[in-house]
């Protein structure tokens, strides 16, 4: 699985005219943390963090990483993949609007972000983009990076993620499923033919209830998850949770491991491949906080163990 891992450097300055044939399938299931781009060492962001995550929440095998103008994946990020076993989930937008980048003003940067990458590796566009663009702008321009980038390096799971936790009541980047315009959920579907995966990002907070559950709960259970699991199960492709929170920002923290548990069950049951818990600031698992909260995600890091 993911500990035999080769890293790919070459630059292929091709332009693909049509979908590639996507590499093997994902893991059956991997388990990471997720961070930002400011994190700090210690949560995430750099190898060194990444590492010190796994003393706490166990063996975790998927790193994400972010940058926001055409970055190369940093060194890095590729040495914690081929020495450590934690593989890169590569999150990057470019310097070109969705538009310019659906007509090919933005290959050469694409080309080389995904020649980059080592095999074995996941890419994302511009993820969560209902913050950016439209539906219709979003498909377009995904199309084009996927067959750029997996013509420049067919060993990458390219994987479109959505922010699947904003599409709620009252939320001002979406519109109700089937009411009309380019924010329906239909409009953001990259066609199967053009994602490895796809990603839904959930998170649950305390202090929007009354648009979610009041209680943390199984991801089954979100109305949220729901929807767009209803738009993407039937595409034929695995689904992944890239980015995952519980906080109770309210008040004392319950534990959240009855939740993670319960979200195990149904995460592995519907077809998802990959978690990723969201390591930083009040979402963040802590054993002196919530002990059964950080043994629950170990149990689910484990259940990952090849």
Known sequence: MRRSLVVVFAVVLVVAVGPAPARAGLPTLAVGATTSVSDTVGSGNTCAG????RTHLGDLGIRRVFASAGQLPPADALTCQSTYGATLWYSFKTTCTPAAVAAGGCDTE???IAAAMPAGSYLTYNHEPENDMTGVQFVAAFEHVYAVAKTA???????????SYQWRSGSTHVTNNGTGGDNEVRDWLVPAAYADAYGLDLYWQASTRGSEPDDPVSVGSDPRMIRWY???SGLGKPLTLPE????DDQGTRASRGPAIRASRTWLTGHNFHIVCYWQLDNWYLDAATDPDG????QEL??????
């Open 244 to 247: 995952w929170g519980i906080d």
């Open 110 to 112: 694409i080309q080389n």
């Open 230 to 232: 209803n738009a993407v």
């Open 301 to 306: 890091v484990a259940a990952a163990a090849p």
């Open 153 to 163: 390096n067919p060993a990458v799971d390219v994987v479109p993620i959505y922010m």
């Open 50 to 53: 990444f590492l010190d995550e």
């Open 294 to 297: 950080v043994a629950a995600y």
